[in-house]
């Protein structure tokens, strides 16, 4: 996600807010409906499937290469804080 956003989106200050609360573009934040004050209880579990799409180019995406040829989605668990910036979407 910080990668797309600054190479591809145009945020070259794009970082995550876990590495650096202060950052220009934070394209990644704590979860926004849970204090980060208090923890127990506010991770978010389970698991997602993600889609696997082929770049504008001929080459296979990195995802695709990993995960194996015609590969088009796999189910990722996951178990975080931190989020896509809801804010952000719409221009990545």
Known sequence: VIEHA??????PGANSAEFDEACESPVVV???EVDPTTMGGTMRL???KTLLRSPPTSEPSLAQQLYGEGVTSVMERHRHRYEVNP??????
């Open 46 to 48: 389970g698991a997602r």
């Open 30 to 32: 704590f979860m926004p």
């Open 6 to 11: 600054r190479h591809v989106a145009g945020m």
């Open 87 to 92: 804010e952000v979407v719409e221009a990545l």
